[in-house]
């Protein structure tokens, strides 16, 4: 049965940076795509830009450019997203899903990640 | 960007009755990459529908989306306690994969 593990909650100053992964088990890293996903404390879910591991690519949704960078390392089954310049408004659960590296909806998510931003 | 609006925002309705929820494209959605997920307090959302009509696997056939182009339904049947949740759209055809604003399902 497949399923994302993601690291533990995180608590960072603003102005620092902050890497989550995510462990993929049960199957084939490659053959799908990792997305992640944010949301703010109360608010809906934000999709932040994904990684296809079997090519290598990575897309971001244009809010997050230059700020996030999404990884994968197929030899471990594991996924990153990195953000940098943290703010307040940083603050959120962060998750990962998984897509079948296609327009595919996301069927299996990680549990999430609380990343905290305060001073 | 593909703008997605879901109403109401919240829906009042009484267990074993049926609530109907609505997700509004800002353009039409080729090839109806809809999906609808449901997030249930501290947990992660899970798939409900994608396609537009087909169920996620082990989805109960008390769900049931429907719709293409720029509007779309999600209709759950005999509602049971733990149906009440909130649910989210997603389009996943045009990057990037935006999601509705959630409609929050609320026992009456």
């Known amino acids: 049965q497949v399923q994302l593990v993601q690291s533990g909650a995180e608590v960072k100053k603003p102005g620092s940076s902050v890497k989550v992964s995510c462990k993929a088990s049960?199957?084939?890293?490659?053959?799908?795509?990792i997305n992640w996903v944010r949301q703010a404390p109360g608010q809906g879910l934000e999709w932040m830009g994904g990684?296809?591991?079997?090519?290598?690519?990575?897309n971001y949704a244009q809010k997050f450019q230059g700020r996030v960078t999404i990884t994968a390392d197929d030899s471990t089954t594991t996924a990153y997203m990195e953000l940098t310049t943290l703010t307040s408004e940083d603050t959120a659960v962060y998750y990962c899903a998984r897509d079948d590296a296609g327009p595919q909806a996301f069927d299996i998510w990680g549990q999430g990640t609380m990343v905290t931003v305060s001073s | 960007e593909i703008v997605l609006t879901q109403s109401p925002g919240t829906l009042s309705v009484s267990p074993g009755e049926r609530a109907t929820l609505s997700c509004r494209a800002s353009?039409?959605?080729?090839?109806?990459?809809l999906a609808w997920y449901q997030q249930r307090p501290g947990q992660a959302p899970r798939l409900l529908i994608y396609g537009a009509s087909t169920r996620a696997s082990g989805i109960p056939d008390t769900f049931s989306g429907s719709g293409s182009g720029t509007d779309f339904t999600l209709t759950i049947n005999r509602l049971e306690p733990e149906d009440f949740a909130v649910y989210y759209c997603q389009q996943y055809g045009s990057s990037p994969y935006t999601f509705g604003q959630g409609t929050k399902l609320e026992i009456k």
């Open positions: 990684v296809t591991p079997i090519f290598g690519s990575s």
């Open positions: 049960g199957a084939t890293f490659s053959n799908y795509a």
């Open positions: 353009q039409s959605l080729t090839g109806s990459f």
